[in-house]
């Protein structure tokens, strides 16, 4: 195919105007770079000021007449949001245009009908920035390791809450402060509390566990927990005790499943804060940076690492996949061929866990009087539900009262829930303050 691909953009904002800006400085870039066309613009307010210099014919608030032009042959949509943007999307594969989107909220509620809308109409739909950033995460996922038989996807997936959690522990900066801060370097959502209340998180890791296991999972049952609630006193103990706290997702396959089975595959997804051992390779992820670990068979265990959020790191997946459109649209001389690992014919069902049978490690602490026994009392119930403790600490101890922190081994989530409600049934403990997860 000769000549440009014309790029129409939906939004100018953080993420759109990085994309602008790397199409309008292609040199020293890949040579399809200098061949990516802008061809025009949709805002919402034609008087906002913009962080790139740009022609103001191409801007209009008519996103329709992005995608309906013909010069456009790539919809990038940078809007966010669930709608317009999920009819912005269907709009321009039904108008035969590929898209890019950095919309992970769209996505892991509607990449089902979106991919199979976009199989039906032969047309890509990339969507590398919407998990991590600007690590390269999706495409690995689907090409680089699709070899592999993979049992865990997890990590840290949201910029904005790393960038809180390490600012708090590194300079004990007040939360309202750095999440300002935050928003102000262009991290975060456009209503914060998609970030700090684990929503974020929770669309990324199903988007993830869509790729990495085949199938798409209902991510209105994703257990997620935000860190709005976690209290500086349990990161001070976490620290005490050799651990950091992070905000973790975690997607695993749960059972082994027959070869050719119709059942679905069982799945255990979860976004919480949580408590890394110091020396875990998660520990180190700090700031706005993002890191995934994939572990599967038989590569064994991959880290994909670097930053998770922002313009520069955003734009750089938003154009790569661009660029992979465009270099098919050349060699093909036309829309190209259809990505058989996004189409929908691929996916197989998947189905996750009753959270009660999630396992892991758990944190708690309970506010106690300072008594004889309360110790022996709080472990006889783990004991008694069958939860085994690897530690179990007082802090604080005075007139007022003790603090109880217990760490477990790995156990399911009812068997803790049981232990939970015999212990705060117990006289001397007067309630449970925080429960987090461990790795
Ligand atoms: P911004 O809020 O900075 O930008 C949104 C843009 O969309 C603005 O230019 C806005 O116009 C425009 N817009 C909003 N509604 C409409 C509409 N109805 N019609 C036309 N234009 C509209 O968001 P971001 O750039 O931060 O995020 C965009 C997407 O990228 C989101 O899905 C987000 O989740 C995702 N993302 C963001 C990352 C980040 O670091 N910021 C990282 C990875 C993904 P106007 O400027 O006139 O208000
Ligand atoms: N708000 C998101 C984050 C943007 O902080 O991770 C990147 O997806």
Partial sequence: MAGKVGVGLLGLGTVGGGVASILQNPSERHPLVGELELIR???????????????????????????????????????????????????????????????????AR??????????????????????????????????????????????II???????????????????????????????EADPAADVDGLDAADKIAILATLAFGGSVDRS??????????????????????????????????????????DPLPLSL?????????????????????????????????MFYGPGAGAGPTASAVVADILNIAGIRKASDGP????PLLAASSWRPCSLVDSGDIRQRHYVRFKTKD?????????????QRNVSIQSIVQFNASDAGAE???ITHEVSQRQMNEALEAIQALPEVSGLAAHLGCL
């Fill in 404 to 406: 109880i922190v217990v």
């Fill in 158 to 188: 949201n910029g904005t809450t790393n960038y809180i959690l390490t600012r708090m522990a590194e300079e004990g900066a007040a939360y309202d402060a750095v999440l300002k801060d935050a928003q102000e370097l262009g991290y975060a």
């Fill in 41 to 107: 613009v949709a805002v919402r307010d034609l008087n906002r000021p913009r962080p790139v210099a740009l022609d103001e014919s191409l801007l209009t608030t008519d996103p329709s007449a992005v995608i309906q032009d013909p010069a456009v042959d790539v919809v990038v949509e940078v809007i966010g949001g669930l709608e317009p943007a999920r009819s912005l999307i269907l709009q321009a594969i039904a108008a035969g245009k590929s898209v890019v989107t950095a919309n992970k909220a769209v996505i």
């Fill in 371 to 383: 008594a004889p026994g309360v110790i022996g009392n709080v472990g006889g119930c783990f004991g």
């Fill in 336 to 339: 190209g061929k259809v990505d």
């Fill in 110 to 155: 509607h990449g089902q009908e979106i991919a199979e809308a976009a199989a039906a109409a032969r047309v890509y739909v990339l969507i590398e920035a919407a998990v991590g950033g600007g690590i390269p995460i999706i495409e690995p996922l689907k090409q680089s390791l699709g070899g592999n038989r993979i049992n865990r996807v997890s990590g």
């Fill in 221 to 262: 049952a994703v257990p997620t927990d935000g860190i709005s609630g976690l209290q500086g006193v349990d990161v001070d103990y976490a620290n005490q005790l050799g651990y950091g706290v992070k905000l973790l997702a975690v997607a695993e396959r749960m059972a082994e499943r027959m070869p050719n089975s119709d």
């Fill in 270 to 302: 979860r976004v919480q804060p949580t408590l890394v051992p110091k020396d875990h390779p998660l520990a180190g992820v700090n700031g706005v940076n993002n890191a995934i670990l994939v572990e599967g068979d038989p590569i064994g265990r991959v």
